[in-house]
């Protein structure tokens, strides 16, 4: 999907509309919600595995899949439009890959740290599932201390979204999204790199 239809996806109301229709069980509802934004997720899906090592055994069909089946359990928040929704939807991104990465990294714990590079929009140098690990442990130490920052790089990160859409989700200005990225980075740098 080009960034021009992704954008148009976000910006859809139709998606708002049948989000509020699909959150109040309307099956038809449902299932036009997913061709509208099956593409906008899959994408997503290739986003957050590109980050991950090569021979990741979980297929961004597999985690868009997954991602929608939580999404339908009715436990998520309310969304507010669609920008929210992809918002939600990159955190349970996360959240899958964090489950992933535990099991493959299962029995696998103990020994030093290792310090985990990180460039400027937080890729990794090399793809092991402790790295993400360590970027979960991280964003949940950096949630206690500064809830807006850790959504900001999960928004960015987890979920590929822009200034201007973290800001609506927020309701802060780009401006500060911007500051809080910074910071945030800065303060993931510190902690992942020692």
């Given at each position: ?10 910006q859809?109301?139709e ?22 934004v ?88 090399e ?68």
């Open positions: 999907m080009g960034e021009e239809a992704a954008e148009q996806t976000l859809d109301p998606v708002t509309q049948l989000l509020a229709q699909f959150r109040s069980g309307d099956r038809d509802a449902e299932s036009r919600l997913v061709s509208l099956y593409a906008e997720l899959r994408r997503m899906a290739l986003l957050c595995l590109n980050r991950e090592r090569p021979d990741h055994t979980l297929q961004p069909t597999a985690l868009v899949h997954e991602t929608f089946l939580r999404l339908a359990k009715g436990n998520q928040p309310q969304w507010e439009d669609r920008v929210h929704f992809f918002a939600v939807a990159g955190r349970l991104m996360r959240q899958i890959l964090v489950d992933y990465a535990r099991r493959h990294h299962a029995g696998k714990r103990g020994g030093p740290r290792e310090r985990i590079p990180l460039g400027e929009n937080l890729i990794f140098s793809h092991k599932p402790h790295q993400l690990l360590a970027l979960d442990e991280a964003l949940c130490r950096l949630a206690k201390q500064d809830d807006r920052q850790s959504r900001i790089v999960e928004m960015k990160f987890f979920a590929g979204l822009n200034v201007d859409e973290m800001a609506e989700i927020l309701q802060i200005s780009p401006r500060t999204v911007k500051r809080e990225w910074t910071m945030a980075r800065a303060w993931l740098h510190r902690e992942m790199t020692g």
